[in-house]
């Protein structure tokens, strides 16, 4: 009995430890609401959380403002079960790589779509990832900047709501997707590739 309790200790201490090499990654995709429950379906993530980057503002919120920064998800995975390649591969059929102006019924700079990369090999997947889609659509143009990462801001305070949206309010989650044409138009770009 005593060692069938110890066992049970030591599977729960281990299943609720941090995974040891545990890797984040910065995309923005417009609606972090959608890209939040389009990434926490992906086996090998963990966590993502809802937020802005890529601007100069210094305490960016919903409401408050964000001017400059992109609405976007920081994304906590396991390289060992997915590693970075399949993080970019999930984001670009989770995403219209071809607006300029936004993403799917959203408009303007905090709903364009971006990836933002650490170091110098993240840039050489994204830049190669890029590429496959600009060969895969030769007729159209891809507008996904890869740029530098930024300090990310977690959404926070009263506006913790957006976080998990689509958990929390499941009707009005499913409903603003639709009436936005996000799943329509993912299916129209990617076919069977769109993982919706």
Request: aromatic share 14%.
């Given at each position: 009995?005593?060692?069938?309790?110890?066992?049970?200790?030591?599977?729960a201490?281990?299943?609720?430890?941090?995974?040891?090499?545990?890797?984040?990654?910065?995309?923005?995709?417009?609606?972090?609401?959608?890209m939040?429950?389009?990434?926490?379906k992906?086996?090998g993530?963990?966590?993502?959380v809802?937020?802005?980057?890529?601007?100069?503002?210094?305490?960016?919120s919903?409401?408050?403002?964000?001017?400059?920064?992109?609405?976007?998800?920081?994304?906590?995975?396991?390289?060992?079960?997915?590693?970075?390649?399949g993080?970019?591969?999930?984001?670009?059929?989770?995403?219209?790589p071809?607006?300029?102006?936004?993403?799917?019924?959203?408009?303007?700079?905090?709903?364009?779509?971006?990836i933002?990369v650490?170091?110098?090999?993240?840039?050489?997947?994204?830049?190669?990832?890029?590429?496959?889609?600009?060969?895969k659509?030769?007729?159209?143009?891809?507008v996904t900047?890869?740029?530098p990462?930024?300090?990310?801001?977690?959404?926070?305070?009263?506006?913790?709501?957006?976080?998990?949206?689509?958990?929390?309010?499941p009707?009005?989650?499913?409903?603003?997707?639709?009436?936005?044409?996000?799943?329509?138009?993912?299916?129209e770009?990617?076919?069977?590739?769109?993982?919706?």
């Open positions: 009995m005593k060692n069938f309790i110890l066992a049970a200790l030591l599977a201490a281990t299943s609720a430890a941090p995974m040891a090499h545990a890797a984040t990654a910065i995309l923005a995709g417009g609606c972090f609401w959608c939040e429950s389009d990434f926490e992906l086996e993530v963990s966590d993502v809802s937020g802005f980057t890529g601007g100069s503002h210094p305490d960016p919903y409401y408050g403002g964000h001017t400059g920064h992109y609405e976007a998800v920081e994304i906590t995975y396991d390289p060992a079960v997915v590693d970075y390649q993080i970019l591969d999930h984001f670009w059929v989770n995403h219209d071809f607006d300029a102006r936004g993403q799917f019924c959203d408009k303007g700079h905090s709903y364009l779509a971006a933002f650490g170091n110098d090999a993240e840039r050489a997947l994204a830049e190669q990832s890029k590429q496959k889609v600009i060969d659509f030769p007729d159209m143009t891809v900047p890869i740029l990462r930024a300090t990310f801001f977690p959404i926070k305070g009263e506006e913790s709501y957006h976080q998990d949206y689509y958990k929390k309010s009707l009005r989650y499913r409903g603003y997707r639709w009436r936005c044409g996000r799943d329509q138009r993912l299916t770009i990617w076919g069977d590739l769109a993982t919706h």
